[in-house]
C-alpha cells in the first residue's frame, strides 16, 4: 500500500437520494444521487457537457437519460446503466473531494445499508475500481456511530431515502445480529403521499420529485404548526391544496415502523445493558430532521422504562465523516486491494 501520507482517504455515504464525500484534505461534498446523459444532439448542445450530476441534471431530466442509480441503498440489479451511472457517480464524487488524478493514491470506505454488506460488495468493488486504490465496506449506521464516537451501549437509527438502518454498538464491530434495514424511509413516505394526495384530488398533475420536496419542506409529527398547503396543476391552472392530513398520516406512518423495530431490537440486547442503550438512541439521515419526529420516538420509551433520543449534529455528513474517520484509524490488513 502506498505510503499513508500520501494517501488521500474519503468516507463516502452512497445515498439513495443524496451521496456525501468526507475527505482527509478536509473538502466535504454532497451530490444528489442523479447521473444523466443527453439524449441527443440537440441536449449535448444545450448541455455543453457530456454527463449531468446531481441538482443540475434532475432540473435538465427532459433533456436527459436520467437514472437514479440506488435503491433502498442498493445499486440496481439487471442494468447495465445504473451500474454506470454508480461508477461515475462515484468517480464525480473523488474527483471533487479528493483532487486526486491517480486512483493508487485514494483509499475509500463506502457505507451501505445495514443489512446489504453481502449483496453490496461485488457490485461497489466494481464501480470503485478505476477511481481507488483500496477499499472498505461498512454499514451506514456503524459509520455514523465511529464518527460520533457513540461505540458503546448506544442505538444509531439511520433514516435515509432507500432504507432506515439501525445499529446497536457493543464497544466492538456489530454483528448482523446488532443491526436491522427497513424499507420504511424517506423513499416509501414519498410514495404513500403521493398515493395519498391523489385520492383527495385526482384532478392535480404533479410528479414524484414534486411530492420529495413537499414533504422535506413540509414533513411534521405531532401538531402542525400551519396548514400544510402546496400548489399544483389542475389543469392549467396552478392550484392551493391542503395535504395536512395527507402529510400527518405518511409521518405517522413512518414513526410507527421505526418504533416497532427500535423496540425489538432493544428487547434483544442484554437485559444488564439494555437501560443504558435507552439512554443512547441516535438519530442520523435526512429523516431524522422531520420536526417533532425525535422526541415523538423518545416518548414511545416511557413504555419501557424511558430513555433519550437525540439527533446527529451533522446529518448532511455524519455518514461520510465516520467513514472518514474509520479510513483514518482502520490497519492495513483491513482494506480490500482492488486491481488497476
Not at 439494555?274 to 435526512?286: C, E, F, H, S
Not at 449534529?313 to 488497476?340: C, H, R, T, Y
Request: glycine share 8%; with cysteine; hydrophobic share 40%.
Amino acid at each position: 500500500m502506498s505510503a499513508k501520507k500520501d494517501v488521500v482517504h474519503v468516507g463516502i455515504d452512497l445515498g439513495t437520494s443524496r451521496s456525501s464525500i468526507s475527505a482527509s484534505n478536509g473538502a466535504r461534498h454532497v451530490v444528489d444521487s442523479y447521473v444523466g446523459w443527453p439524449v441527443d444532439m440537440v441536449a449535448k448542445k444545450v448541455m455543453k457537457k457530456p454527463i449531468v450530476f446531481g441538482r443540475e441534471a434532475l432540473e435538465n431530466r427532459p433533456m436527459l437519460d436520467l437514472h437514479r442509480p440506488l435503491e433502498r441503498g442498493l445499486i440496481k440489479e439487471g442494468s447495465a446503466k445504473d451500474e454506470e451511472a454508480v461508477r461515475e457517480l462515484l468517480g464525480h464524487l473523488i474527483s471533487l473531494a479528493a483532487g486526486a488524478k491517480d486512483p493508487t493514491r485514494v483509499h475509500a470506505v463506502v457505507g451501505v445499508p445495514a443489512e446489504a454488506l453481502r449483496v453490496s460488495r461485488q457490485h461497489l468493488r466494481s464501480a470503485v475500481k478505476g477511481v481507488a486504490e483500496a477499499l472498505m465496506i461498512v454499514s451506514e449506521p456503524f459509520a455514523v456511530a465511529y464518527g460520533v464516537d457513540a461505540l458503546l451501549h448506544t442505538m444509531i437509527i439511520d433514516i435515509g431515502a432507500g432504507t432506515t438502518d439501525f445499529c446497536v454498538m457493543n464497544g466492538r464491530y456489530p454483528t448482523q445480529e446488532d443491526q436491522r434495514t427497513l424499507t420504511n424511509a424517506g423513499d416509501s413516505a414519498d410514495e404513500q403521499l403521493m398515493t395519498l394526495v391523489k385520492a383527495k384530488f385526482p384532478e392535480a398533475r404533479f410528479t414524484i420529485h414534486t411530492v420529495r420536496e413537499w414533504k422535506e419542506k413540509h414533513s411534521f409529527v405531532g401538531e402542525p404548526k400551519a396548514p400544510v398547503v402546496v400548489h399544483a396543476m389542475v389543469g392549467s391552472k396552478p392550484t392551493p391544496l391542503d395535504i395536512t392530513a395527507e402529510m400527518k398520516r405518511t409521518c405517522d406512518s413512518l414513526l410507527s415502523a421505526v418504533s416497532e423495530t427500535m423496540h425489538d431490537l432493544l428487547s434483544r440486547v442484554d437485559p444488564d445493558y439494555q437501560a443504558k442503550v435507552r439512554q443512547n438512541v441516535i438519530l442520523a439521515g435526512g429523516g431524522s430532521q422531520i420536526p417533532g419526529f425525535a422526541a415523538a420516538l423518545e416518548k414511545t420509551l416511557n413504555d419501557v422504562g424511558g430513555g433519550r433520543v437525540k439527533t446527529v449534529d451533522d446529518p448532511v455528513f455524519a455518514g461520510s465523516n465516520g467513514g472518514l474517520a474509520i479510513a483514518l484509524d482502520a490497519p492495513e490488513g483491513d482494506w480490500e486491494q482492488l486491481p488497476g
